[in-house]
């Protein structure tokens, strides 16, 4: 997914902090239901992450989801949709660039982690690790050990010491730079930028460094997931129906861009009435 202009989040919801905190405490969970043409997944959203919930609900209810395609898959990781493009997609085009032209912010939330079946949104390189509009992901993942997860938890820490080092006003000439090329579509320039903050990253120190939690280090050892992506992409959701549907969908042939050969398509989205 190529990089994303951020422009106006008119609309979605502006809320204090504590009015987030006396929403996601007394707001019954939102349930959206996806009618794919391997099955139905039931999902609820979360209230700790407002902004990514009501952009979701504002998609589905506009028809944006209905017809996309999940377009790529990978076992034993994740199933991945919301291209815009994918709803006239032909067999051999690559996928991966539509969207709607706005971002939303991160938001991340201690309590939540990549156990398998989350619901995340989907992301560009964007140095404030905002999230797509329309592009999600569901987690099938693996079961963990104790080696994996150490593996896991130094690259969740690589991947901080990018944002950090990439926000250090040392650097801020760098960032503003790699800001004017995103603007710009000026991909070479990008690319040698983040590749400048890569290796610094390499050696930066300066930030509180991620431990996986011990109750999230049992999920994952379990029930299984994906942690490496913990704290970088913002999950939203959850599954609460249909693991079944999205087992079978990870399990589909794909071609060597991880898009399944025979079209896997949300045929409806739709929100849950109680």
Not at 188 to 215: M, S
Not at 235 to 261: H, K, M, W, Y
Request: aromatic share 8%.
């Amino acid at each position: 997914m190529r990089y994303l202009t951020i422009l106006s989040l008119a609309l979605l919801i502006a809320c204090t902090p504590d009015t987030k905190k006396e929403e996601t405490e007394s707001t019954p969970l939102t349930k959206v239901q996806l009618t794919t043409t391997k099955g139905e997944i039931v999902m609820q959203l979360y209230n700790e992450t407002l902004l990514h919930r009501d952009n979701f609900i504002k998609i589905i209810e506009d028809g944006v989801l209905d017809s996309v395609l999940f377009h790529r898959v990978i076992e034993n990781f994740m199933i991945q949709g919301g291209d815009t493009n994918s709803k006239t997609a032909q067999p051999g085009d690559t996928l991966g660039n539509g969207d709607l032209p706005y971002t939303v912010p991160a938001e991340f939330a201690p309590n939540l982690f990549h156990k398998k079946g989350v619901l995340a949104a989907a992301r560009g390189n964007h140095p404030d690790r905002v999230s797509s509009s329309t592009q999600f992901y569901i987690v099938q993942g693996k079961v963990f050990n104790d080696s994996l997860l150490n593996q896991a938890e130094t690259r969740i820490n690589g991947w901080l010491a990018e944002y950090y080092v990439k926000h250090d006003s040392a650097y801020s000439a760098d960032l503003d730079s790699l800001m004017q090329a995103l603007e710009t579509e000026d991909w070479p320039t990008a690319r040698r930028i983040n590749n400048r903050f890569y290796e610094r990253a390499k050696d930066y120190e300066n930030f509180k460094r991620y431990e996986i939690p011990a109750e999230h280090q049992e999920v994952y050892k379990t029930l299984g997931g994906t942690p490496h992506l913990d704290q970088n992409y913002t999950v939203f959701g959850e599954v609460v129906s249909g693991l079944a549907v999205v087992d079978s969908i990870a399990a589909v042939q794909t071609n060597d861009l991880d898009r399944p050969t025979e079209d896997v398509r949300i045929l409806r989205a739709v929100i849950q009435k109680e």
